[in-house]
């Protein structure tokens, strides 16, 4: 049986249809294919991106961890365990894309971010989705360590949404060092 495209093929769009829309497995294989092209690709691959295809892949990434959320919640022990691996591999996808383009983000896609991450990692029992708490908590601060994007967001967006993202970023990153604290075989 010959391999399936999107298994032999560097193509970005094939890759992020698969996360969104595609069967279980191609989404699986389709997060392992973008999170190796976001690790190991050459850099200068990565400068080409701007704005706009950043966007692109966090809103597919977005669609991709809602619907796992769903899954890890709703499902039977066996489908949660699956949506868990997926979501963390959704994490880490969305943190390797913010620590190479954050510095080119605008203002939109900057609160898209900002606003999945504060939806998303609530659990419905008023915890953190743990699967993707540590790699969304990255993914926040490489987001802010760049001046621009917290300037934008304690000016352009006003006191309160600075002080409750920070409010936010705070409790999330407490949950972490408490969890890890729960369990020494994660490093910090």
């Known amino acids: 049986m010959a391999p399936s495209k999107l298994m032999t093929g560097d193509n970005l769009n094939d890759v992020l249809d698969a996360i969104s ?10 997060l392992d294919q973008l999170t190796v092209w976001l ?9 080409a991106l701007g704005d706009k295809n950043y966007h692109r892949i966090f809103e597919h ?14 499902g039977k022990k066996t ?6 691996t ?5 994490a ?19 609160v898209a971010v900002i606003d999945h991450v504060t939806q998303t990692l609530p659990a419905p029992d008023g915890e953190y989705v743990e699967p993707l708490l540590k790699d969304y908590v990255k993914s926040l601060s490489g987001l802010l360590n760049h001046q621009s ?3 934008y967001l304690a000016t ?18 407490a949950s972490y060092v408490d969890s890890t604290e729960r369990d020494a075989s994660i490093p910090i």
């Open 156 to 173: 352009a967006l006003g006191a309160n949404a600075w002080l409750s993202c920070l409010d936010f970023c705070i409790d999330a990153i």
């Open 79 to 84: 489908t949660a365990a699956a949506a868990a």
């Open 149 to 151: 994007n917290a300037e």
């Open 39 to 47: 690790d190991k690709k050459g850099k200068s691959t990565l400068a």
């Open 86 to 90: 997926r979501l963390s591999k959704c």
């Open 61 to 74: 990434l977005f669609r991709c961890a809602l619907a796992e959320k769903q899954s890890y919640y709703g």
């Open 92 to 110: 880490e996808a969305l943190r390797l894309a913010l620590n190479h383009g954050a510095a080119k983000l605008k203002r939109k896609t900057v």
């Open 21 to 30: 829309g595609g069967t279980l497995k191609e989404r699986t294989a389709g």
